[in-house]
């Protein structure tokens, strides 16, 4: 069977006044992930609550907002989760391994193929691999931003069959239900340009002790869908319901997997990478990329920004800014500044040495969900 990723937020897994574990929430979340490996399914867990169960552990009363407090208090917080885990773990004689990621670990090319063979290798010896991001060693450049766009990362590596982003409401609606009673549960999505006539109302940050929200699961179902994943957003409260949706229940929201998946080498550079530049394209270039099937060539390029070398990631935007594809340019940005909108016939004259003829590749770009 392909793996499920099961991604726990902190304010599922801790007490909302205190920040302490929700220890019979976490424990139950146990039992089901045992439940799923005796049924045959290799499991993955992304877990949240480093920071939070540090500040408890530390007596703080909110969770700081410099730096290296935070990585202090992941420092703290990460062994007594690990703790915790490993103990209930244990009862049930399941092995369990630390995963700590930096984006850094899925940006380079050769670090993503280690990170996806350890995974499998560790899903053959029917570990339980326990993921969070390294809080202690991330820079800002190189954090994931929220375990929801982690976890995706992860579905996507793992090539998983399941992603279940476990959250504080049962499922997506159109609005906040906590705070508008008129909002609309949403049970499926089919494809993810169907929020956009839904006008979702989906907020901000999440709680006091975490940092994610609805927006970042819809980006996370966004990575996810695209890499053949089906996504669900369910109640985390209620670990249970994870079997009765396997079994077919309608509960939670779930997000319909692409029917072609993009290859392993295009996920990374649609997510994996981190963009260091961006380059507007006229609608000629535009046309031949999203329905041509073409390569990029300078002659479509109308302006660039950022810095960067070739073989970066950059983004591809028309000209009103809007992202349409990402690829690998071949190309630095002092280069491309003298060629654009040139033909490719000019470009080695312009450079003054022999140079590809296009700009980003086809088999390097990827179209924008």
């Keep these: 069977m392909r793996p499920i990723v099961l991604k726990i937020g902190t304010s599922s897994l801790t007490q909302p006044d205190s920040g302490r574990l929700a220890l019979s929430t976490i424990a139950t979340l146990v039992e089901v992930i045992c439940d799923l490996r005796d049924r045959g399914y290799p499991v993955v867990l992304v877990s949240s609550g480093a920071v939070g169960v540090g500040c408890a552990r530390l ?16 420092a ?3 062994g007594r989760l690990m703790r915790v885990y490993d103990d209930l773990f244990s009862q049930f004689d399941q092995p369990i391994a630390q995963v700590l990621l930096t984006r850094g670990d899925l940006a380079q090319r050769s670090r993503y193929i280690n990170a996806y063979s350890t995974f499998q290798e560790l899903l053959r010896m029917g570990a339980i691999p326990i993921v969070n991001e390294n809080d202690t060693v991330a820079v800002d450049e190189l954090k994931f931003g929220d375990n929801d766009t982690l976890s995706a990362l992860v579905a996507s590596l793992v090539e ?19 705070q508008n009673p008129d909002a609309e549960p949403i049970r499926l999505v089919e494809q993810m340009s169907d929020l956009e006539a839904l006008e979702l109302d989906i907020g901000g940050r999440g709680s006091q002790w975490g940092t994610g929200g609805m927006a970042t699961k819809i980006t996370a179902a966004q990575i996810g869908t695209s890499a053949g994943v089906r ?12 079997l009765k949706i396997l079994e077919g229940a309608d509960i939670g ?7 072609q ?11 994996g990478l981190i963009p260091a530049g961006k380059l507007y ?10 329905t041509g099937g073409g390569s990029l ?18 983004q591809l935007c028309d000209l009103e800014g809007r992202e349409v594809a990402r690829g690998l340019v071949n190309f630095s940005h002092e280069a491309l500044e003298k060629i654009c909108g040139k033909r490719s016939d000019e470009i080695a004259a312009i450079l003054g040495h022999d140079a590809p003829e296009t700009v980003v590749h086809r088999d390097n770009l990827v179209l924008a969900s």
């Design 59 to 74: 007596g703080l009363t909110e969770r700081p907002k410099a730096i290296a407090q935070k990585q202090a208090v992941a």
């Design 76 to 78: 703290v917080g990460q």
């Design 160 to 178: 998983a069959e399941w992603l279940f982003l476990l959250t504080d409401v049962d499922r997506l609606y159109s609005a906040d239900p906590r």
């Design 231 to 242: 996504v669900v957003i369910t109640d985390g409260s209620q670990p249970r319901n994870l």
């Design 253 to 259: 929201t779930q997000f319909a997997p692409q029917p």
């Design 261 to 271: 998946a993009t290859s392993a080498r295009k996920r990374w550079i649609a997510h």
């Design 281 to 290: 394209l006229d609608s000629g270039a535009v046309r031949a990329i999203c």
């Design 297 to 314: 060539l300078a002659a479509g390029i109308r302006d660039l920004e950022g810095e960067f070398q070739p073989q970066d990631a950059v």
